[in-house]
């Protein structure tokens, strides 16, 4: 059963810093990696997916990378602003299903 | 596009009640996925519905069902409602070409 991690589950950083979100996962045999972002008490917004053929995606300041052979993806934040202070989830999808990690909480100081 | 809506956006019932969540996914997707979210358990897959049928389902019990209409529209309902069924019941619509998954607000039951 794909099981997957993030790792660190909190993360704290000044304004301004660059930083990485990681995300591993036990299966290689996976369609796509789907990273998101979740405000309190909120849905999950899509922020990149990466298909299991790609290795990155760019958005912004987000480039988010999939090592399928080593089962890793992270999430690069350039500048960090207070407002991308929220909880980041990758989850990954298998044939049949999503499995989502429990999430890193960020949060940027101002 | 319009996004994901679901409804109603809060909810409170008590023990043994039941409760009927709706979610209308983006136009033009027909798959559509219900998850449970806990502060202790994550985001836990309930089922997924593609073109009115089940096509995938997480490890719930049978209190927790689902249907999808003609229109992609999907339902989910909980009976006999137990303390720990409150939770944030969030829906997906997934876009069949990319899967790519589009998340509603979501629903927050409180069960008392």
């Known amino acids: 059963k794909q099981e997957v991690t993030q790792i660190p589950a909190a993360l704290s950083v000044p304004e301004g810093e660059n930083l990485v979100l990681n995300c591993s996962f036990t299966?290689?045999?996976?369609?796509?990696l789907q990273w998101f972002r979740q405000d309190p008490g909120k849905g999950l917004t899509s922020l990149l997916l990466?298909?299991?053929?790609?290795r990155e995606q760019t958005s912004g300041r987000l480039n988010a990378s999939l090592d399928k052979s080593s089962g890793r993806s992270t999430l690069y934040i350039a500048a960090s602003q207070p407002g991308d202070s929220a909880t980041y989830l990758c989850?990954?999808?298998?044939?049949?299903?999503?499995?989502f990690g429990s999430g890193t909480k960020l949060n940027v100081k101002p | 596009k319009a996004g994901v809506t679901q409804t109603p956006r809060y909810l409170i019932k008590t023990r043994g009640q039941q409760v009927t969540l709706s979610c209308s996914p983006i136009?033009?997707?027909?798959?559509v996925s219900w998850y449970q979210q806990t502060p202790g358990q994550g985001l836990q897959f309930l089922f997924e519905?593609?073109?009115?049928?089940?096509?995938n389902k997480g490890n719930f019990p049978g209190r927790f069902s689902g249907r999808q209409f003609s229109n992609s529209r999907s339902e989910m309902n909980v009976s006999t409602l137990e303390l720990g069924d409150s939770a944030l019941y969030l829906c997906?619509?997934?876009?069949?070409?990319?899967?790519?998954?589009?998340f509603g607000p979501g629903t927050r039951l409180t069960v008392l």
């Open positions: 997906a619509s997934k876009d069949s070409a990319s899967n790519e998954q589009f």
């Open positions: 990466i298909q299991s053929s790609q």
């Open positions: 519905y593609f073109s009115e049928t089940q096509r």
């Open positions: 136009s033009g997707h027909r798959s």
């Open positions: 299966d290689s045999a996976i369609y796509n």
């Open positions: 989850a990954v999808k298998d044939f049949n299903k999503f499995y």
